[in-house]
């Protein structure tokens, strides 16, 4: 098992540290519902210090890097960030990323840990040809999200300047105790809130400043309950290489209207063409019983579908789920079954997200 520079304060801190993509990372602190709503309604910090962080440089970079995703890169400037997808060939998705554009020969991109490895072999293998240069931004350092209601005033007393000019999705470098922070206002929970690249003694440093001032510490359970109410997607579970962007609710990432060609155009042309067989729908399960990943989906008895994700959320207090299911009956209002244990247990089609941040 690797470790980040945090495992160490992460168990000081009471962390239940468990296997996660080759790493061993902290699943819970004080409870998955605790740190869920502190995140909620306040403040919660998470090491995701596994993650890849990616510098790409060159002449024309995104102009290169425009060549593997279908989202138009164009729409971004410096200080500015695209999510997106890598795609194969038949238009699957080898994993979904950030794209930061930080001026005309320099971009950042985030990518998942279970696919960091072959993620940068690949992009290396198409753009380093081109005159693009790939290198680990991260270079053994932290990555923290700091998120929460909370998230950006806790953080603008660090940093001791305001960050209300900074959109979501935008970022800034910033210096925090002389230390130079690459700061995102980005996030994987649905609250607003920062994600922050440093090296590994100013993030140690960060990460203890930030317990003593009463955020919580939280784990990849709360992680993951927070990005399903806010219907995020997670790879692996939600969308594969087997998986197209058209498939999986993520259609607002193509934009075939760019006169550019991309790995995995012509497959989603014809997808867009033709229409697709299956399509990512949000369930709400109608009793208590949680729906989880792999279960089958019914209709009239007969097999229609598979949950990608499901949990108990915490805020809603009923259980929610994402599924692939038959194109035909994905429409709102939709009554579905989930197979859970040998039982049929009833469920709807809702609208995602499941929670949405007021304000």
């Not at 784990?219 to 927070?226: E, K, N, V, Y």
């Not at 790879?235 to 006169?259: I, R």
């Not at 014809?270 to 990943?293: D, N, W, Y």
Request: contains cysteine; proline residues 5%; glycine residues 12%.
């Amino acid at each position: 098992m690797l470790h980040t520079p945090l495992f160490e304060l992460c168990r000081e801190a009471g962390g239940r540290m468990v296997p996660f993509a080759g790493w061993e990372m902290a699943v819970q602190f004080e409870g998955l519902m605790a740190e869920h709503r502190a995140v909620r309604q306040r403040c919660g910090v998470f090491d995701i210090s596994h993650m890849g962080v990616l510098t790409l440089t060159g002449s024309g970079v995104k102009d290169n890097l425009q060549g593997l995703v279908p989202s138009d890169l164009q729409r971004i400037g410096p200080g500015e960030a695209q999510y997106t997808v890598l795609l194969n060939e038949a238009g699957g998705i080898r994993d979904d990323l950030i794209v930061y554009d930080r001026s005309d020969t320099e971009v950042v991109v985030v990518i998942n840990a279970a696919c960091a490895d072959s993620d940068t072999a690949w992009i290396k293998q198409q753009l380093e040809p081109q005159g693009v240069s790939v290198s680990d931004r991260k270079a053994g350092g932290v990555l923290l999200a700091l998120q929460g209601p909370e998230a950006v005033g806790r953080l603008e007393q660090l940093c001791g300047e305001s960050l209300a000019g900074v959109p979501r999705f935008g970022h800034r470098d910033l210096t925090i105790k002389g230390e130079p922070v690459f700061a995102a206002r980005t996030g994987y929970t649905g609250e607003d809130g920062f994600e922050l690249l440093l090296t590994a003694s100013a993030g140690q440093a960060l990460w203890r400043q930030l317990l003593e001032d009463g955020v919580a510490p939280c784990g990849l359970g709360a992680r993951d309950s927070l990005r399903l109410e806010a219907a995020m997607h997670l790879y692996g579970n939600d969308m594969d290489a087997n998986t197209s962007p058209l498939e999986c609710g993520l259609g607002w990432l193509v934009h075939l209207e760019m006169p550019i060609e991309f790995v995995g155009r012509e497959a989603l042309e014809r997808q867009t063409a033709e229409g697709v067989s299956r399509k990512l729908v949000g369930l709400q399960l109608q009793g208590r019983a949680i729906a989880r990943h792999d279960y089958p989906v019914l209709h009239n008895g007969e097999p229609v579908g598979v949950v990608t994700s499901g949990t108990f959320s915490p805020t809603l207090e009923h259980p929610v789920a994402l599924a692939s299911v038959r194109a035909d009956l994905a429409k709102l209002g939709n009554e579905l079954m989930v197979e859970i244990r040998g039982r049929q247990e009833p469920a709807v089609v809702v609208k995602r997200p499941f929670y949405r941040r007021q304000g």
